[in-house]
């Protein structure tokens, strides 16, 4: 038994609509379809959540929104018109979409969430209507029916773990449940919409709620690259990636997938599958517990830049006990996130996102650090990037750091700092972030061709 979930791309007209009901006809296994609103069908198109959240903003405002409801309304006019379906269902989408401008603008904490939601749940509204109307047995349900309980926090919800045994008995269903991606209700009745791009979540929630077999998130592209393709000329799709090597891509820029979409599937032990809407016959990238084929070292090469690192220096560092708790609370109590922490003997660097940062929290910390820590030296540089070269089977392999330090020196790329975990999964290099697509053009030839 499958979750499938499409995303906007696959949503955005009738002829995506075609092919969205072929892949749903064709395996009867795929029995929950959890949507998103409709995409961009080019690359000028509005995206219909974007168009709400302007719909959002005047009716707030207090300004005209005839328009934005006109614009809305036609866009699925336009899908429910091609595809043919009864006059009812657009009514009932364009009563919806009106009456978003009639709900209480004060004291309404989801307001902007209620707005947000209203694109996906029209959407599934149309698309259960469509594959009724082809003859397949299809019923939409809403969130609340569907037990998508979720916390109280606007624009980012929380599943709560007791909506898990509701979700459960969507399993009693016959038919296909058609449900709309990205909200949940809140334990008070209220519209909570998760982050932006969340039906990946929903489609997640879904699949481990259910204890579906597979979970398969269809896009607009053939699985996940195994490097950039702004950088690489035709990368390769990974054919199978595992939960922990997924993550440390998306965390370095792989941005396929919402990446809080990976935690339900991968707490209920769901393998999931990335698949092409538009190219359904392609296998895509399956990410699963545990590789089948432990002969693959390394999977992919993430790159991102936006970083700087905090380093100091203090003559006897190594025996100070205590330095690196209080350099932590320096940044603890301003309130900073840091990501690694490279080291030597007497050097210590904090390497951090420079959104992060602000000149006077930047001032602040080198202050304490002198003053409290007295170190030798700190200094905060920018402009750094990381390079990630990831892969599970890594672990216990030899020669892959030779293989990539070799391909970077050629390359004339001076490594910044080194840094692995013992897990292994990956080996982050920091490098000038100007060097950073040069860096990793040079990693993809010596692991890929
Ligand atoms: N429609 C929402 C967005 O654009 C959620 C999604 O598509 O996943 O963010």
Not at 9 to 24: H, M
Not at 30 to 49: F, L, M
Not at 114 to 134: D, H, M, R
């Amino acid at each position: 038994m499958k979750v499938v979930k499409f995303g906007g791309s696959s949503l955005a007209s009738a002829t995506q609509l075609e092919k969205v009901f072929n892949i749903v006809k064709e395996d009867e296994t795929r029995q929950y379809v959890v949507v998103s609103a409709p995409g961009k069908r080019n690359a000028e198109d509005t995206k219909v959540t974007d168009a709400l959240i302007k719909y959002y903003k005047e009716y707030t405002n207090g300004k005209d929104t005839s328009q934005s409801q006109e614009w809305i309304i036609n866009r699925y006019r336009s899908i429910t018109e091609e595809l043919d379906l009864n006059e009812e269902i657009i009514e009932e989408i364009a009563r919806d979409i009106i009456s978003l401008a009639t709900l209480p603008k004060s004291d309404n904490t989801f307001l902007y969430d209620t707005f947000l939601a209203a694109g996906e749940n029209n959407n599934a509204k149309l698309i259960a209507a469509y594959f009724v109307k082809k003859g397949l047995e299809a019923k939409y349900i809403h969130p609340k029916d569907a037990g998508i309980f979720v916390t109280s926090e606007p624009c980012n919800a929380r599943i709560l773990p007791s909506s898990y045994d509701k979700i459960e008995e969507l399993r009693n269903h016959n038919e296909i449940l058609v449900i709309p991606g990205f909200f949940g209700i809140t334990k008070e009745g209220q519209v909570c919409t998760f982050s932006r791009g969340g039906s990946d979540i929903t489609g997640s929630i879904i699949a481990a709620g259910v204890k579906a077999d597979l979970y398969e998130n269809f896009t607009d592209v053939d699985g996940i690259f195994a490097a950039h393709p702004g950088i690489i000329k035709h990368p390769h799709s990974i054919p199978e990636l595992t939960y922990k090597e997924m993550r440390e891509l998306a965390y370095a820029g792989f941005s396929v997938l919402h990446d809080e979409a990976l935690v339900p599937a991968y707490r209920g032990k769901i393998p999931m599958v990335i698949k092409n809407t538009n190219n359904p016959k392609h296998p895509g990238t399956k990410i699963v517990l545990n590789h089948t084929n432990e002969n693959v070292k390394v999977v992919g090469i993430a790159g991102d830049s936006g970083f700087v690192s905090i380093n100091t220096t203090k003559y006897l560092m190594n025996r100070e006990v205590g330095f690196g708790r209080k350099l932590l609370q320096i940044l603890e109590d301003l309130n900073i996130s840091w990501d690694h922490m490279p080291t030597g003997i007497d050097d210590l660097s904090v390497i951090l996102r420079s959104k992060e940062l602000t000149p006077i929290k930047e001032q602040e910390i080198l202050k304490h650090l002198i003053q409290d820590l007295q170190v030798d030296y700190a200094e905060i540089e920018h402009d750094l990037s990381i390079i990630m070269i990831v892969g599970e089977n890594m672990k216990n392999q030899i020669g892959v750091t030779a293989t990539a330090t070799k391909a970077l020196s050629e390359n004339n790329i001076n490594i910044q700092m080194i840094s692995q975990g013992s897990s292994e999964v990956s080996i982050m290099f920091v490098v000038n972030q100007e060097q950073e697509k040069q860096a990793i053009k040079a990693l993809y030839n010596v692991f890929f061709n």
